[in-house]
C-alpha cells in the first residue's frame, strides 16, 4: 500500500498548484494499511484538519481509483522524533535551534522592539482584563506550553500591546538568550513586501522561523493582504512545530475577523483566546494612579474619580489626559486641582455633569439622607438637615454651571454669600473628614452613572 500512496501522491500533485501540494500534501507520509484502508500519518493537527476538510475525498478517490477497491482513508499525527516537549526558554540550556541561538541578543534584534515600560509590574488587572493578564503571564512563565498560540483581542487603547510586550520582556528578563521577536502585522508585512523586492525572501523567512518567541500586535491587519498572511501561515508552522510560543492580539475575536483565510483563523482558534473588556470606573482610576505614580504626578483623588468616570475606556486616553495635567501644573506651577482638571479637559472629557441639574442633584441628596425636599431648601439648623443641604450645595457647585445666586435661589431664596459661606465651610471639612469625602464620592459617582 505504502506504494499506492506514493503513487496517489503523484497524481494528486498534477491537479493541485505547487504550492499547495507542497504545503499540505507533501508532508503526509504513509503510515500502516489493511485491504481496506489506509492509515496516513501527518505531521501536526494543524494539516489534519485542513487535510480532513479539503482534500480527504481527493485522496479517497485517488487512493481507491489505484488500489481498485473502496478504501478509508485515516489521518493519524506523526510520532516526533524528538522528546516533543515544550521548550522552557527559561532553561538556555534545552534550547535548540540555529547555531546563534546562545548568542546575546544584539541592538538591532527584533526583541529592540519591545517597549521597555509595558512589563507586568506597571499593568493594573482589574476585572475586565484579569483572564488575558493571567494567561499572559502562564504564557510568560512557561512558554509554548499550555496556552499556545495565544490570542488576546479587545478594543483600543485596552492594553493589549502593553501586555504581549510584558510577555516578551518577561520571557527575555528570565533568559536573555532567548529570542524574542515583537513586530506589529504592518511591520511584517512591510518588510516582506521590501524583501521580496530585493529578493531577500529566504533571509526574511530565516529570520522569523529562528525566533523562541514570536508576538505579533494587531493581526487584523493581515485581513484582506493574502502573501503576508500565506508567509505568515508558513511562519506560524514553522515555529509551532518547532515547540515555539506565538502570541497575537487583534481588536476582534478571530471569526469576526473579515476575510482572514479560514486556516489561519483555526490556527489561532486551536490555542487560548483571552478577551480584554472595557476596564470599570475602579480599574480606571487604579491605572490613572499607577501611571501618576509612574509619571511623578500628584494626582488627588478626586481628579483620578473625575477622569474614571469620563465616559472613555481607552486607557491611552485617559493616559493622554493626565499628561497633559500633569504639564499643565508644571508649566504653571501649580498643583492638579478639580478645577484646574474640569478647565483644561474641558474640550476632551464628555464632561456627564452637564447633564446634572441643580434639581437633581437636591432629590438625589435628599434621598440618600432620607429627608424631605422641602427640609433641604428649608432655613432649619437641624444638623440632619444642615450637612445634607450643605454636600447637596458642594455638589451643584462642582457639577453643574449654576452660579452662587443661582443655586441660592434654588435652595429656598437664599442671598449668594450664604452660598459661598457654606462652600468654604465644605472645602475646609474636607480636608479633614475622611468619611464625609466618601460620601461625597459616592453621592458624586452615583449622579454621573
Ligand atoms: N491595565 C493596564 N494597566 C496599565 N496600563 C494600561 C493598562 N491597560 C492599558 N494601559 C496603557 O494604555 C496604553 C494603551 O495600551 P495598549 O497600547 O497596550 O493598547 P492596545 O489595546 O494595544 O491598543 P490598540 O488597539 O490601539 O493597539 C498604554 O500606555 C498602556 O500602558
Redesign the pocket.
Known amino acids: 500500500m505504502e506504494k499506492v500512496w506514493l503513487e496517489a501522491q503523484g497524481n494528486i500533485e498534477k491537479v493541485l498548484t505547487p504550492q499547495t501540494f507542497n504545503t499540505w500534501i507533501r508532508p503526509i507520509r504513509f503510515g500502516s494499511a489493511t485491504s481496506s484502508s489506509l492509515i496516513l500519518e501527518v505531521p501536526n493537527k494543524f494539516i489534519k484538519e485542513w487535510v480532513t476538510e479539503k482534500y480527504l475525498a481527493m485522496i479517497q478517490e485517488a487512493v481507491s481509483a489505484l488500489a481498485e477497491t473502496p478504501c478509508q482513508i485515516e489521518f493519524r499525527l506523526e510520532e516526533k522524533t524528538g522528546d516533543g516537549k515544550a521548550v522552557d526558554l527559561a532553561q538556555p540550556g534545552e534550547k535548540s535551534g540555529s547555531p546563534t541561538g546562545r548568542e546575546k541578543t544584539r541592538p538591532g534584534d527584533p526583541t529592540s522592539n519591545l517597549n521597555p515600560k509595558?512589563t507586568f509590574e506597571?499593568?493594573?488587572?482589574?476585572s475586565s482584563?484579569q483572564f488575558a493578564h493571567a494567561a499572559s503571564q502562564a504564557v510568560a512563565n512557561k512558554p509554548a506550553s499550555n496556552y499556545n498560540p495565544l490570542f488576546i483581542y479587545?478594543?483600543?487603547?485596552?492594553?493589549?500591546?502593553?501586555?504581549l510586550c510584558a510577555i516578551g520582556n518577561q520571557i527575555h528578563a528570565k533568559n536573555g538568550k532567548a529570542r524574542v521577536c515583537y513586530y506589529t502585522s504592518e511591520k511584517f508585512m512591510n518588510e516582506m513586501i521590501n524583501c521580496i523586492r530585493y529578493k531577500k525572501m529566504d533571509e526574511f523567512r530565516n529570520k522569523f522561523r529562528k525566533m523562541d518567541v514570536l508576538l505579533i500586535?494587531?493581526i487584523q491587519f493581515m485581513a484582506g493582504k493574502e502573501a503576508t498572511q500565506e508567509e505568515f501561515f508558513h511562519t506560524f508552522n514553522s515555529l509551532y512545530e518547532s515547540h515555539k510560543q506565538i502570541v497575537v492580539?487583534s481588536?476582534k475575536f478571530p471569526k469576526d475577523i473579515p476575510q482572514l483565510e479560514e486556516r489561519l483563523r483555526s490556527r489561532f482558534e486551536w490555542g487560548l483566546i483571552a478577551d480584554?473588556q472595557p476596564?470599570d470606573i475602579e480599574?480606571k482610576v487604579a491605572?490613572l494612579k499607577?501611571?501618576a505614580e509612574l509619571n511623578a504626578i500628584t494626582l488627588p483623588d478626586d481628579v483620578a474619580m473625575f477622569l474614571g468616570s469620563s465616559s472613555t475606556s481607552n486607557?491611552?486616553e485617559l493616559?493622554g489626559m493626565l499628561i497633559r495635567l500633569g504639564a499643565f501644573a508644571s508649566l504653571t506651577g501649580n498643583e492638579v486641582t478639580l478645577t484646574m482638571a474640569r478647565e483644561v479637559l474641558k474640550d476632551i472629557i464628555v464632561d456627564k455633569s452637564r447633564d446634572v441639574t441643580v434639581e437633581m442633584i437636591q432629590k438625589y441628596v435628599a434621598d440618600h439622607f432620607r429627608i424631605k425636599l422641602a427640609e433641604m431648601k428649608s432655613d432649619k439648623r437641624l444638623k440632619t438637615l444642615v450637612v445634607p443641604r450643605q454636600i447637596a450645595i458642594y455638589l451643584c457647585r462642582e457639577l453643574t454651571k449654576a452660579s452662587y445666586p443661582e443655586i441660592g435661589e434654588k435652595f429656598g431664596g437664599k442671598d449668594h454669600s450664604t452660598i459661598i459661606y457654606s462652600m468654604k465651610k465644605m472645602e475646609r471639612q474636607l480636608t479633614q473628614d475622611l468619611e464625609l469625602k466618601t460620601t461625597i464620592e459616592n453621592l458624586r459617582r452615583g449622579l454621573l452613572s
Open positions: 509595558y506597571t499593568f493594573v488587572c482589574g482584563n479587545g478594543g483600543v487603547g485596552l492594553g493589549k500591546t502593553h501586555l500586535d494587531d492580539t481588536d480584554i476596564p480599574t491605572i499607577k501611571k486607557v491611552r493616559e
